[in-house]
């Protein structure tokens, strides 16, 4: 499949080429850009929760100082709603009509001439509403429910006849809260009309979508939008969606005719770009005394918002999992008068693999099992649903190393027989098989005379080090020296990119810079296929390899010149080549793609007099394909597991449930672990080169997560006798 050499694995964990510029504060993130005649925008938001909007007095707001305009639901224009991308529908559009669904909808935008005036006058709004009694419970019975929203409820064999073959059964029911992503960047969005063009600077993980979001909601040309994001402070899925402060921004700069920003305050955060929506889960597993599982049912209900879409299929993780004969998995989602969830930090995994590994840590329990043998005897050898053979899967590796490195086989079978002075201590741990995802990428390449590359995406680096892997990857592709290449990326005019989610950015993007890189040696060797004076003259591009800024023939090492003495040779300042990926097809390829695969190990250790949990000890063993930079992919691993720890120990959005009002809406209510909180964590890579792709990677990003709540709750028990169903774990669990 490849047409020139690739090494099996880079892996080499450079710094980041991006870190003198975030270092110095010369990395421009969308709240650091400016231009003349720059003016600000300020949002109030509904102080209920459902009913209608009776009356708005904008006039003393109108009045204040500085004040430019005020925009209502009276005086908006009428906009379009965003197209539906991968993620579903697009948020309502703001400001169309006197209804109010959440509790802190936009009802007005305020612009001044200073972020400060315009704050004063939104606080001069006057809003009365005619209230209704808001739907907030995600188990109260009046609200709407939604079927099987994505068409990925699963049934195989004959569920009700595997647990009648059981010996052993478990069931339990298991409930995670609101959570709210909360990426440190406070999102931005500055918008700059000239005539029927925008410029855009937008905390997004994805630039295309705010690009052909605004074309449709403002009816303007795609390519007259232009959307930058070099830097984005942060996501955790916050920024993969087009939100209405996004369009209230653009829309405040065209009234005005000035370019306008716009800053999310924190507290706005909580109910502007969305959360992971609460869960109630039912789970059973049924297996046989020999520990073979021979039944799982899965039901999970999240909330969602009136009139939005929100992918999260938390019982899913049960279908792909484990080897077991006869599964039943679905979803519903009742409507409530709550902000938009949407992706967050692996959505529905996160959540569903809580119960699931929780449950499967019980059964082994019951059964007497060490819950490390009983995943090893499940383990999947094909994919569950596709019934296809793995591209790769190092599940069983990352199982026997993570135990290897943890110390597993000292773990006492019996809870609560390990102490440590007033310390109870547990030993727990998890498994996770993360799905893959891959969507179409493009991404161009282009060498230079001085014998230097330039390589570019629209895509985003959110921290994960998109920059750094790019770079390293296309000075491989291309035998390049690092310091040779240039990576670029965040702007909307450059070749199409998917979101930075999923973890399926590297990946897709991995592979479109493959294809431009082998198409670019394959220009070169076009330039000088009847080239008398090249040692090249007819080589095919798997008769070369890249080193050193040269291309060499392959049998013959000395043979071969550079790509500055071809350029200069031939009177070209420069060659480019496009490059793009599709998603690999498993009927065609006869293998299901693989996503991650990992396991979690934890030791945690709980003073059962004060009900304090503190987790002392983590490996995360993981599959993610090849890894493009050790280092990188490391530090991804490790902020997965404190996102793991956060959402074990920490995270809980309250909702005030008469007046639908968030309560904890600041970071000095929300809890967050700090450093006291997360231990040393070792990580472990486990397998090697996928054979899906030509790049052969698959993705560190959510698999670092998903499992840590379930392995700290497996620890609890086996530390104090406790099961614990709900997240997250407080102290009142504990005493
Ligand atoms: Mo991730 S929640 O797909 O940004």
Redesign the pocket.
């Known amino acids: 499949m490849t047409t020139f050499q690739t090494p099996a694995s880079l892996g080499a964990g450079i710094d980041r080429v991006d870190a003198p510029l975030k270092t110095t504060g010369t990395a421009h993130y969308p709240n650091d850009f400016s231009y003349p005649g720059l003016v600000h925008a300020a949002l109030v938001g509904s102080t209920i929760a459902a009913g209608r909007i009776r009356a708005i007095d904008a006039s003393a707001a109108q009045a204040a100082p500085g004040v430019l305009t005020v925009i209502t639901y009276l005086t908006a224009p009428r906009l379009e709603r965003g197209p539906v991308s991968l993620l579903g529908k697009s948020p309502p559009a703001p400001l169309q009509d006197d209804r109010i669904l959440h509790h802190g909808q936009h009802v007005a935008v305020v612009v001044a001439d200073t972020p400060e005036r315009a704050r004063y006058a939104a606080s001069l709004v006057r809003v009365t509403y005619e209230t209704a009694e808001p739907l907030l419970d995600v188990r109260d019975p009046r609200a709407e429910t939604v079927e099987n929203p994505w068409g990925l409820d699963t049934r195989r064999g004959d569920p009700d006849a595997g647990f009648e073959q059981a010996d052993a059964v478990v069931e339990g029911e298991y409930t995670t809260p609101d959570n709210t992503?909360n990426p440190l960047g406070l999102m931005t969005t500055i918008a700059s009309w000239h005539g029927d063009s925008v410029t855009i600077h937008d905390s997004t993980?994805w630039p295309y979508n705010v690009r052909t979001s605004i074309a449709r909601i403002f009816g303007v040309p795609e390519s007259g939008v232009r959307v930058l994001a070099p830097f984005v402070g942060g996501?955790?899925?916050?920024?993969?969606r087009v939100w209405p402060h996004t369009v209230l921004a653009v829309l405040a700069a065209r009234e005005v005719k000035h370019p306008v920003k716009l800053v999310l305050t924190r507290p706005q955060m909580f109910t502007s770009v969305g959360h992971r929506p609460d869960s109630v889960q039912h789970i059973r597993i049924g297996a046989t005394s020999a520990g073979d599982l021979v039944a799982i049912e899965h039901h999970g209900l999240s909330s969602v918002a009136m009139e939005d879409d929100d992918y999260e299929p938390v019982s899913l993780c049960s279908a792909v999992s484990y080897a077991c004969p006869n599964v039943v998995t679905r979803d519903r989602q009742a409507r409530l008068n709550i902000p938009c969830p949407g992706?967050?930090?692996?959505?529905a995994e996160a959540q569903g693999n809580f119960a699931l590994e929780s449950a499967i840590d019980e059964l082994a329990h019951t059964l007497g099992m060490d819950p490390l043998d009983l995943r090893l005897r499940n383990i999947a050898d094909t994919h569950p649903v596709l019934g296809l053979p793995w591209s790769s899967n190092a599940l069983r590796e990352c199982y026997t190393e993570g135990a290897a490195r943890f110390g597993w086989s000292r773990r006492p079978p019996g809870t609560g027989s390990l102490r440590d002075g007033r310390w109870l201590v547990g030993l727990g741990m998890a498994s996770v098989s993360y799905p893959f995802f891959q969507v179409p990428c493009q991404a161009r390449a282009s060498l230079r005379r001085d014998g230097s590359a330039y390589v570019r995406s629209a895509a985003t680096d959110?921290g994960t080090g998109t920059y750094t892997v790019m770079t390293q990857l296309a000075a491989e592709l291309l035998g390049l020296d690092i310091a040779k290449v240039r990576f670029d990326l965040g702007d909307s005019d450059m070749p199409y990119a998917p979101?930075?989610?999923?973890?399926?950015l590297t990946g897709a993007l991995a592979n479109a810079v493959h294809a431009a890189c082998r198409t670019l040696v394959a220009e070169f060797l076009d330039v000088v296929r009847d080239d008398d004076a090249s040692p090249l003259r007819g080589a095919r591009p798997d008769d070369v390899t890249a080193a050193d800024g040269r291309l060499r023939l392959i049998g013959d090492p000395g043979a071969g010149e550079s790509y500055a003495d071809i350029l200069a040779r031939h009177g070209l300042e420069e060659l480019s080549a496009d490059g793009r990926s599709t998603p690999p097809d498993a009927r065609r390829l006869g293998m299901a793609a693989a996503g991650a695969f990992g396991a979690k190990f934890v030791e945690v250790r709980i003073d059962p007099q004060l009900g304090l949990l503190r987790v002392t000890r983590v490996v995360s063993a993981i599959d993610g394909g090849r890894v493009l930079n050790e280092k990188t992919a490391t530090s991804q691993i490790v902020g997965g597991t404190v996102g793991g720890i956060s959402q074990a120990l920490f995270e809980e959005t309250v909702t005030d449930a008469v007046t639908g009002r968030i309560a904890n809406a600041t970071f000095g209510d929300y809890l967050m672990p700090v450093n006291a909180d997360v231990p040393d964590v070792e990580v472990v890579f486990c397998g090697g080169s996928d054979r899906a792709t030509d790049a052969s990677t698959k993705g560190v990003?959510?698999v670092g997560l998903v499992g840590l709540a379930a392995a700290i709750g497996n620890a609890v028990h086996h530390a104090t006798g406790r099961r614990l169903r709900s997240l997250p774990f407080t102290i009142d669990q504990l005493m």
């Open positions: 992503n993980q996501g955790f899925g916050a920024g993969l992706s967050m930090r692996a959505p959110i979101m930075a989610g999923g973890s399926g990003g959510e």
